[in-house]
């Protein structure tokens, strides 16, 4: 084999390699019960939950858990799916600072247990580039 | 009044310059084609004066929109959308700046300013190049500006363009002001995101814009020597222009990177976030380019490669675009621009100028001179392209998962819905790959550089390539022996095996270190001969030094925070998540690795003052960015403001006041700032980092109290008389006595007004507390004002309700909230000024590349050769 050979051949290798390695790698948008049932089927792949907090009819946080002079590396909130599922989900850092003003949520983690436990917590906020209102004086 | 000229103006001039670059550009394809077909000279020179005289127009028309956009948010003409949604009263003209650019309309205007610029230049230097090249650059002009023309089209329901000049009240639509107020123009803009106000992002994104449109004048040159069948010519004058491009681009992305560490609180300068990806990969590429470019200059090698390389390089710029800013990307990325419906058209950019590259590259192929002979091992080619095929590789690996939304795009327009996410942890992800590429690429710059210069055809290139080895080997090994190369931070670790780390990172640094060693002899041989030849040995150098700079940094940063002795609400949590937050009480000290640190409070920083006041310290007023002091402020021992003085104060701005003490005694303090940041309608938090030499001790606050979220006890009465010892919360205070102060801060005070101040002492273990607060009851009936005083160390808020003349009895009222802390995690990084030195050093090699390889141009076109 001619050398040029053996480095196109190293080349479709490690694309290949890449491929398989994205595709491998990718996470999925899952439901809270597609997250248990790869869990259950030993599955130690990270997956995206998308979802919003559980609040009450003044909309208050309900099922939310932090206390940060016990430990402020324990943070548990109750939240609802797309499919109105609902369950807690441990997050092992401090709460996120604007969760209460959040309308979406995206947690990034898998089941461990009964609870789905977050690696990253994305908040989707109202943000300024939905400025409809205009201040008056 | 409603300035509607300028803005006309400035509608005006996009449609002048958007015409005549269309006009520019055509006029030039037919000097191009006149020449090619040598027709009449002489006419060909008229058309070709009168092409740059369109162009001429098409520059002069650009600076004119830029003048008015930047008139009309610097005289704040809020009747503009443009100027309310990115600019206020408040902001300084600097601030301004960044205004302009904050918009995608800005951002374009930006990128035409650099192509006009760069147009004039290449006007300039260029005898024969002129026409193809310059008709290339006004076709991307064409379809920039049409970004920005902001034009309905008739008959179809499709606006053309978004315009920085449209008003406020044609963007807003029917909202109520407008019915009751036709003439209706906001008192004050919505303002710059605080975010950005920062001085890297002054000069960020023009180095990033002037790196893009660096990219485009190589592509010029290649599609020009296409068209005109210069297949070998075009590579001279591009070369400058091609490391021009890497130079400039990679300082921009660099100074995002570093914007980042200083102001965001992922604790790093590179988040493998898709838009840094977007512009890493065009400059991967590029930087393959220049490899090939200068190979083919010397040996006649790897010409077809560099057209397909540096027609890439450009070619994923604008996929770079398109990703940014047509919103596809929704929420993978911190920069998110306004989506304004520009989808459409930044594809159809995108797909025209792929279409046309990929149809003159086809059509040329077979033209283009390739060398079939075959490579030995020996030859310097090989190791180059070599190189490059592993920039190429590496380049494809981030590409590939940072287009994940768009084939979720493309596959929904075939109506399936795909939930495929990106990997969730990219920088595991990535590095997993890069660091092997890196590595690769290391070594073969330093063994590229030996073939290079040695010109070896045999064995003796590796003969002398011993030295270096040997040297960084030893080097290498010694710093793994006597440092802790070896014991790594448990967070990088969490979910990967501890070896496969441990070798990778030990690996990339041998592989760097190797490559410093290399790229220097050689450096020191070219500097006793010639230092204009020197840049690439330079360039080398710099770029494995940042190697060093990253893998310190990142792989051997280390959490300093660890949370040990706080108490952990689950146990079976288990070793994979880290307690890297650590809370801290109010002037409570902590133990933080070697340091004891305490949190002394929230503070202030108001213009004209060097350092930070208590927030406590100040009072607000009716206006939000004025304070006036409720006592006499020192820095230094240098007094700066009076009680009752006012002071100017950004309040969106905390400081937490972190103090770090070291075992000898010396200390040093650090402001991590959070932001109420309106504008996303959150808090934002961003570190403050002490620089050692040896590494950054960076520090961020993860939770605060919100002063909303504080809960207050009921206020509790007490009453008292001078001299009566009370209780407090849990503590005792004695009520020293009282004074009549003439004034107080912000409140006017009538001669015959009773006004009166208790002054109460409270009894804690370090220090007693001083609280005052103070009682107005004005004499013409009017309400009373009271003036509360707070003690942050107590929590403690106290009142003075009423004053019994006849039994000089006074009631306070008492309340108690829990005491102030601040969650916090710092963390350790070694070696960082390394990376940033390499960045120097980098630089400097490629200006001295530069320098030379525009002088073979100049020296060719004086020749009359191009």
New interface residues.
Partial sequence: M???HI?GLI?IA??IG??I??AG??????TFKDAWELAEDGSS????VVGKLKKDANGGIKGMFY????????FVFTMIDNNSEEREV?Y????P??LD?TEQV?V??KFRGKDF?A??I????????Q??????? | MTHLAIGNWGHLFVIIAFFSALAAGVAYTWVTWSEKEGLDHNNSESWKRFSRLLFVIHGVAVFGIITCLYTIISNHYYEYHYA??HSSNDLPWYYMISSFWEGQEGSFLLWIFWHVLFGFILIKVNKTWEAPVLAVFCMVQAFLLSMIIGVEIPGLDWRLGSSPFIL?KDF?GD?P?YKSNPD?I???G?GL?LLLQNYWMVIHPPTLFLGFAATLVPFAYCIAGLATKKYKEWVRPALPWALFGIMILGTGILMGGYWAYETLNFGGYWNWDPVENAVYVPWLILVGAVHTMISYKNSNTALRASVILVITAFLLILYSTYLTRSGVLG?ASVH?F??LGLNNQLFIYLAAFALLSLVLVIIRWKHIPSNAK??S?YSRE?WIF?GV?FLC?AA??VI??TS?PVFNAIIKEFGIDS???????PVI?YSR?QIWFAMIIAILSGIGQYFWWKKGENGSVFKALKIPIMFSLLISALVILLTDLAEFDKEIVKDSDFAYKKISYILLWTAATFSVTANASIFIKLVRSNLALSGGAIAHMGIALMLIGIVFSSGYSSVMSR?IS?????RD?GEE???????LWLNEPMALADYQVTYRGVKYEADGFPGYIDIYNVLHTDDPLKFISRKDIFHDGKKYFSEGDTLKIQPNNLYYEIEYKEADGSAFTLYPR?QANE?????V?SPDIKRFPGADLYTHI???LDEEQKEWSEPKGIQAKTGDTLFLGDHVAIFRKITTPKGLPGVNVNVRDIFVRAEVEVLDKEKNHMLRPSLLIPMDGGEPAFLDDFSPDLGLNLALMNIDPNTGMFTFAERTTQKD?V?LKAVQKPLINVLWIGTFVLVIGMVIAIIRRYKEFRKMRDKGVE
């Avoid at chain 1, 092992?92 to 709460?95: A, G, L, M, S, T």
């Avoid at chain 2, 939930?419 to 942890?425: G, L, R, S, V």
């Fill in positions: 001619k050398l040029p480095i080349i490690v694309a890449v491929l390695s994205t790698n990718a996470s999925e948008y899952v792949s990270k997956v995206h206390n940060p002079a016990m430990d402020p590396n324990y441990i092992y850092q401090p709460k600072q604007d003003k995206v990034i983690g436990v690696d990253q994305l908040l989707k906020c109202p943000s300024k580039y400025e409809t209102e205009v201040k008056q004086k | 309310w949604s406020l807003m909202i002001v209706f906001p008192e004050d919505t995101n929420n998110s306004t989506d075959e490579t091992t090989f070599l095929t590789l494809f690996q590939i998962p994940i939930n495929i996410a990106p990997p969730t942890d992800f790959w949370n706080g108490m952990v609400l689950v949590a998540f880290n307690r890297d937050n650590l809370l959070v504008a996303m309608e959150g808090k938090a993860s939770f605060v802390f969650i």
